[in-house]
């Protein structure tokens, strides 16, 4: 038992008092643990240079010849000594650190998973450690979780907004010195702080090449319409038929909610509704794997009767039975990319600046000629 942990001065003596082999216990704790902390002086007497040079070894910065870093490396790992990571970060001004904010809505599904992976692993690869804040059910939340990482000293920020519009964005990039990116979303002001896919443009892609193959009754199932990836995918489905003259049905469309359930509900709701459609568009491929089970357990063949397309190509896509045609999206490419350019602001160097990835369609099984062809 720890005095430190006591509630007040009184009740450690009282208990002290009741009984007395606290206090020895509590005197042998705090030394044993005294004796085990090695500090920057005992690494400096062991490598024999001075605490100065420890620290220009640990900060990187200043010259040290190789011959002395191994000297404090190997007094470092003899010692067991850890630097106080606070105390570091204020004096050199970096964390080694990268913030990222993610709305917990992203956290279910294969889509975050390759997100937050990329993101970590790109992150070490150039010796840093990401730090992952939940952005949760608003605009002010999201807010919230952004000071939560600059009062972190992350040295940069990416933001992946759902709520945050373009014009706040810009905002909290104009009144902040440490370098933030957006993933996803384009801003209007500051052009370099953001890398994004155009959504609107790749749903268009994936509708038109289903009314190239024939298919004029398409119907389309919505991510969540509270979400800009939602919105800008549906505006996608809605300017191919327009663009081809056909006439854009409410009945043909359904909200879901990423899940492949939704998906599912999202068939039956067409099938209540007596519809006649040849192909069916999938906000994502959770909804579109949901939906073909629904389709197969309603007697409807995929893709000889129904097409099916989704989006974000997971890795599940070629091994659904039929392989699931869907709209890639780079999104390693793009996770990259935003980690080159934080390091570039901070670091310096070279990238190759690319702010819009497009998605590409990966035609495969679930995709066949309609009855226009």
């Given at each position: 038992?720890?005095?430190?942990?006591?509630?007040?001065?009184?009740?450690?003596?009282?208990?002290?008092?009741?009984?007395?082999q606290?206090?020895?216990?509590?005197?042998?704790?705090?030394?044993?643990?005294?004796?085990?902390?090695?500090?920057?002086?005992?690494?400096?007497?062991?490598?024999?240079?001075?605490?100065?040079?420890?620290?220009?070894?640990?900060?990187?910065?200043?010259?040290?010849?190789?011959?002395?870093?191994?000297?404090?490396?190997?007094?470092?790992?003899?010692?067991?000594?850890?630097?106080?990571?606070?105390?570091?970060?204020?004096?050199?001004?970096?964390?080694?650190?990268?913030?990222l904010?993610?709305?917990?809505?992203?956290?279910?599904?294969?889509?975050?998973?390759?997100?937050?992976?990329?993101?970590?692993?790109?992150?070490?690869?150039?010796?840093?450690?990401?730090?992952?804040?939940?952005?949760?059910?608003?605009?002010?939340?999201?807010?919230?979780?952004?000071?939560?990482?600059?009062?972190?000293?992350?040295?940069?920020?990416?933001?992946?907004?759902?709520f945050?519009t373009?014009?706040?964005?810009?905002?909290?990039?104009?009144?902040?010195?440490?370098?933030?990116?957006?993933?996803?979303?384009?801003?209007?002001?500051?052009?370099?702080?953001?890398?994004?896919?155009?959504?609107?443009a790749?749903?268009?892609?994936?509708?038109?090449?289903?009314?190239?193959?024939?298919?004029?009754?398409?119907?389309?199932?919505?991510?969540?319409?509270?979400?800009p990836?939602?919105?800008?995918?549906?505006?996608?489905?809605?300017?191919?038929?327009?663009?081809?003259?056909?006439?854009?049905?409410?009945?043909?469309?359904?909200?879901?909610?990423w899940t492949?359930?939704?998906?599912?509900?999202?068939?039956?709701?067409?099938?209540?509704?007596?519809?006649?459609?040849?192909?069916?568009?999938?906000?994502?491929?959770?909804?579109?794997?949901?939906?073909?089970?629904?389709?197969?357990?309603?007697?409807?063949?995929?893709?000889?009767?129904?097409?099916?397309?989704?989006?974000?190509?997971?890795?599940?896509?070629?091994?659904?039975?039929?392989?699931?045609?869907?709209?890639?999206?780079?999104?390693?490419?793009?996770?990259?990319?935003?980690?080159?350019?934080?390091?570039?602001?901070?670091?310096?160097?070279?990238?190759?600046?690319?702010?819009?990835?497009?998605?590409?369609?990966?035609?495969?099984?679930?995709?066949?000629?309609?009855?226009?062809?």
């Open positions: 038992m720890d005095l430190f942990r006591f509630r007040d001065f009184d009740h450690s003596r009282s208990l002290i008092a009741e009984n007395p606290f206090l020895k216990y509590t005197a042998s704790t705090f030394f044993r643990r005294m004796s085990n902390m090695a500090t920057m002086l005992e690494v400096a007497k062991r490598a024999g240079v001075s605490k100065a040079t420890v620290s220009r070894v640990l900060s990187g910065n200043g010259y040290v010849s190789q011959e002395t870093k191994d000297r404090v490396y190997k007094a470092i790992e003899e010692s067991g000594y850890r630097p106080n990571l606070l105390a570091r970060n204020l004096a050199t001004k970096k964390s080694q650190t990268l913030g904010v993610v709305t917990n809505t992203l956290y279910h599904g294969v889509y975050f998973s390759e997100l937050l992976f990329h993101a970590a692993r790109l992150t070490e690869d150039q010796g840093r450690q990401l730090i992952l804040a939940d952005g949760k059910h608003s605009a002010e939340e999201e807010r919230a979780a952004i000071q939560y990482l600059l009062d972190l000293r992350c040295d940069a920020i990416i933001i992946y907004p759902r945050l373009p014009e706040e964005m810009d905002e909290i990039i104009r009144d902040h010195d440490q370098p933030i990116m957006v993933l996803n979303r384009r801003l209007r002001k500051n052009n370099s702080h953001c890398v994004w896919s155009d959504q609107k790749s749903s268009q892609m994936a509708v038109e090449q289903l009314i190239g193959q024939g298919h004029r009754d398409i119907a389309f199932i919505t991510g969540s319409l509270d979400s990836t939602g919105i800008e995918r549906l505006a996608g489905y809605k300017t191919a038929l327009d663009k081809h003259d056909i006439t854009v049905r409410d009945d043909l469309i359904v909200e879901g909610k492949p359930q939704t998906g599912a509900a999202a068939v039956e709701t067409l099938l209540e509704r007596k519809l006649t459609f040849s192909a069916l568009v999938a906000s994502n491929d959770d909804m579109a794997i949901g939906a073909i089970k629904q389709l197969h357990a309603s007697g409807v063949q995929v893709p000889q009767q129904v097409s099916v397309i989704g989006f974000d190509d997971v890795a599940l896509a070629p091994y659904t039975i039929p392989a699931l045609a869907s709209v890639k999206i780079p999104v390693t490419a793009m996770v990259e990319e935003t980690i080159n350019r934080l390091i570039f602001m901070l670091d310096g160097g070279e990238f190759n600046f690319q702010s819009e990835f497009p998605g590409e369609l990966i035609l495969r099984e679930s995709v066949t000629d309609g009855p226009f062809a």
